[in-house]
């Protein structure tokens, strides 16, 4: 496939050499205590995949965005491991989850970046607290553009490692030939280009694929390409195909698929319309790296019809003129310290 930008060998070949031992310890160490996983943006989808897989190995585990962790009383913070994703560790609100956890759960709130360098505030204040359970991979450089890209991939490789120690990355250095389908419900093949007028997307997962599928929305919204909705296969039944019903002309659906969940895909499109318009991403595998197999396919769709629709993934337009330093300048530290948690 041309124009895929993520480089894959570097990436696959720096989170293979990296020493994940200790945050594998932290992720391993007493599953009984839940896991309270949170990131910003891109990095939400990070921490639902260590909740994906904390739960995999028995525990109980979820991912909110740091405004929502926010909402937790002391006490709730108290109970649980905290994980904190943060590429770079210096926004503000992964700042201020970082100064309450080290306050109230000093022993079992660790974080997860990517970068040692000045600007990482979240690892300076677990230096001044003397703190072990900052994990950093020195040296990872990782190139993004305005939407997270070449991220996600690394973190997901990271987290396959820390949980699966056997997992073998290595298969993953290259995008398949064919990472993805296009098609009609009827099996006539599509191209990109088929899908330029599409305005919304319908985007199906099951186990594997929950942090996939936020991840790719977030993709098409914050390119501005289109806007997205992320349901599970039971929860799409259950009354949102009213949604492909009435827009077969402006929207699509996309399908992650896993070994789990192939029999209810073929079954789920046996109700839909055959003019519907189909994005199927498919992998074999049945492991954490499903999800890392997930993530690279629809990454490659991503820009594909970023490729299609002529949009810049890097620096997306802007008609609205939108000052992009503006959303920063939001006081959320001020206002998280002003409203405190949820009380009844």
């Known amino acids: ?50 909740a994906l897989l904390y739960g995999a190995r028995g525990g109980v585990a979820t991912a909110v965005s740091p405004y929502t962790l926010n909402s937790y009383g002391d006490e709730a913070l108290k109970t649980a491991k905290l994980l904190l994703v943060s590429k770079g560790g210096h926004n503000d609100d992964i700042v201020f989850a970082a100064r309450r956890g080290l306050s109230v759960n000093p022993g079992k709130t660790a974080s997860f970046t990517l970068y040692q360098g000045e600007r990482n505030e979240v690892r300076k204040l677990y230096s001044k607290a003397g703190s072990p359970l900052s994990f950093d991979i020195p040296g990872m450089r990782v190139r993004d553009g305005f939407v997270s890209t070449g991220t996600p991939v690394a973190y997901f490789a990271l987290l396959c490692r820390a949980f699966d120690p056997s997992c073998d990355l290595s298969r993953y250095s290259e995008l398949p030939d064919r990472p993805f389908r296009l098609e009609r419900n009827d099996g006539q093949e599509l191209s990109p280009e088929d899908f330029k007028e599409v305005s919304h997307y319908v985007i199906l997962h099951g186990s594997w694929g929950r942090p996939v599928a936020a991840n790719l929305e977030g993709k098409f919204v914050e390119s501005g390409l289109c806007t997205a909705g992320v349901y599970d296969y039971r929860n799409y039944c259950h009354g949102r195909f009213i949604l492909t019903s009435n827009h077969l002309e402006d929207a699509a659906v996309v399908m ?19 003019s519907a318009r189909l994005v199927i991403i498919e992998t ?15 990454s490659a769709f991503f820009f594909s019809l970023c490729g299609a629709t002529g949009t810049n993934w890097e620096c997306p337009r802007n008609p609205g003129r939108i000052d992009k330093r503006k959303p920063m300048w939001v006081p959320f530290m001020a206002e998280l310290k002003r409203i405190g948690p949820l009380r009844l």
Do not use: C, W, Y
């Open 284 to 298: 074999e595998a049945d492991a954490p790296d499903a999800s890392l197999d997930l993530l690279i396919r629809s």
């Open 1 to 50: 496939m041309k124009d895929f930008p993520i480089n894959l060998k570097d990436i696959i070949g720096q989170a293979g050499a990296a020493d994940v031992t200790p945050l594998r310890h932290f992720l391993t160490t007493n599953p009984g205590q839940p896991l309270l996983a949170t990131g910003s943006g891109g990095a939400e989808t990070v921490a639902d995949f260590a």
């Open 256 to 274: 992650l698929v896993s070994p789990r969940e192939r029999d209810i895909a073929e079954r789920t499109r046996k109700f839909l319309p055959a």
